[in-house]
């Protein structure tokens, strides 16, 4: 109704000026016949991600007086068009009396810009891809073609060719070991209760354990000192020297603010998907190929070209080292294989959940080796994993969660009981699908909050969650310190809605944007506002 009310009063205004309304990132099943029956003169309609387009316009019909934009070409991935299938789809489209206009199915600031600068990526990759430029490109082959016999024009066959040839990017063994995966596997054989009661008994740590999310500051060193391992100015061994030793400082600082459970800092990571990506087997990179991750913030997303799998070790040995330097537990540091998936470009010639499956299959061969080489504690991060619900909410369960929540089980289902697992999730608004959350049988889950009035707690109050959680005291968007009697009036706050048993003390998110004096200071601040918790709580078990 709201809808409809905004546009006719619109369009009640229009006098010469042609109006297109345009749709994406899904279909508009809801509100299809509403939608045409509007005084507007042009639709834009997703048929990439609109699984019902297609039959809603065959079903209905479309209006002899509009245009229909056909989002036809994928403006969120950076694979070639299939000339094959859109041109199929234009030709029933127009044979049905339809005037068309081709368009992207949405903005092409998903995608880089060019393939121009792509000097090092081989052809034999190359050539399956197309960015912004390359895009625009293939709508006009298309707008060409369609009304040709195009299947002896060379542009026609040099793409169909293109679906035939995907060197490297089948591995029988990855296939194998996907269809073998047993019911088993998508669940600890131990239930939470009892790990709960084995880990408290295992660690033996303070009441509200006090730890961070896993990065600390990346200070301009520290990227100076990346660039030159990366342009040979300096060797391998004395840049592992310098990442050591800031390791050991990174732990020392942690011993000597009172931290319960430490990280070793992250200072080898250029980013959470990319240095996982860089070290799979199946996963691509590009030079130059840059899109806005938020704000002036930019990422080079990682190309997920074939089957995925670990060709060693990730993280063991950094966190080994790290662990040698405390008789506190050190957390393995791990991104999940959601957040993974969901922050590459996804390959279109398997399903995502497939993809997804084979992520997690290579990060719990990392959390086995992390657990076989003494790290206990193995923080397992998907930030992303709100990120790609649908639209739709009624395909939230059927069309995503239903994989994505199983895919990070699998992740730590073989993990002994005494290992605990934590995951991170950003952004505070998950109330809508704490379900779900519960249902990733983490031991601890730890979140944004701070900004958020902590109404999550209520939610996780209301649906009687189990896993013990820490929600962030402090923004560490900001570089201000928060005081000592503000963090305990939150952690107050927090102890209404959680049992003290269940409680973590940890800051909103990583700590790699920040600088370091601002870091201890406000980390300081967290233990004090701690032990005065503890102070007032002593007693509780």
Known sequence: KLFKDLYQGLLSQKDQVKVLVNTYFGDVRDVYQELTDLAIDGIGLDFIEGKKSQELVEHY?????????????????????????????????KSQGIDLVLSTSCSLLHVPYSLENESALPEKYQK????????????????????????????????????????????????????????????????????????????????????????FPQTKEVKLKRKAFKNGEISQADYQNFLKKKIKDCV??????????????????????EYFGEQLNGVLFTEKAWVQSYGTRCVKPPIIWGDVSRAQSMTVSWSVYAQSLTKKPMKGMLTGPVTILNWSFPREDISVKDSTLQLALAIRDEVLDLEANGI??????????????????????TEYLDWAIPA?????????KETQIHTHMCYSEFTDIIPAIDAMDADVITFE????????????????FTTEVGPGVYDIHSPRIPSVSEIKEALDKMLQKVKPEKL????????????????????KHLVQATKELRHENQGIV
């Open 408 to 416: 990070f089980r699998l992740v730590h289902s073989g993990c002994h």
């Open 252 to 273: 020392q600082l942690q011993e000597e603010l009172g931290l319960d459970v430490l990280v070793h800092g992250e200072f080898e990571r250029n980013d959470m998907v």
């Open 376 to 397: 206990r504690i193995i923080q397992v991060d998907e930030a992303a994993l709100r990120e790609k619900l649908p639209l739709r909410q009624s395909d939230w369960y």
């Open 61 to 93: 019909g479309f209006p002899k007086d509009k245009t229909l934009f056909l989002g036809l070409v994928n403006g969120k991935n950076i694979w070639r068009n299939n000339y094959q299938s859109s041109l199929a789809l234009i030709k029933d489209l």
């Open 449 to 464: 909050a701070s900004r958020s009035n902590l109404e999550i707690l209520d939610s996780l109050k209301e649906n009687h």
């Open 128 to 215: 399956h891809f197309a960015f912004a430029e390359e895009k625009l490109g293939e709508l006009n082959d298309l707008s060409q073609l369609i009304d040709t016999d195009y299947h002896h024009d060379p542009r026609f066959q040099e793409n169909q060719a293109l679906f035939t040839d995907r060197p490297d990017s089948y591995d029988p063994k990855v296939q194998e070991r996907l269809a073998a995966i047993p019911k088993t596997a998508y669940q600890r054989s131990v239930p939470f209760d009892e790990r709960e009661k084995a880990q408290k008994a295992f660690f033996n740590l303070p009441l509200f354990p006090t730890t961070t999310i896993g990065s």
């Open 504 to 523: 973590w003390v940890n800051p909103d998110c990583g700590l790699k944007t920040r600088g370091e004096k601002e870091t201890q200071a406000s980390l």
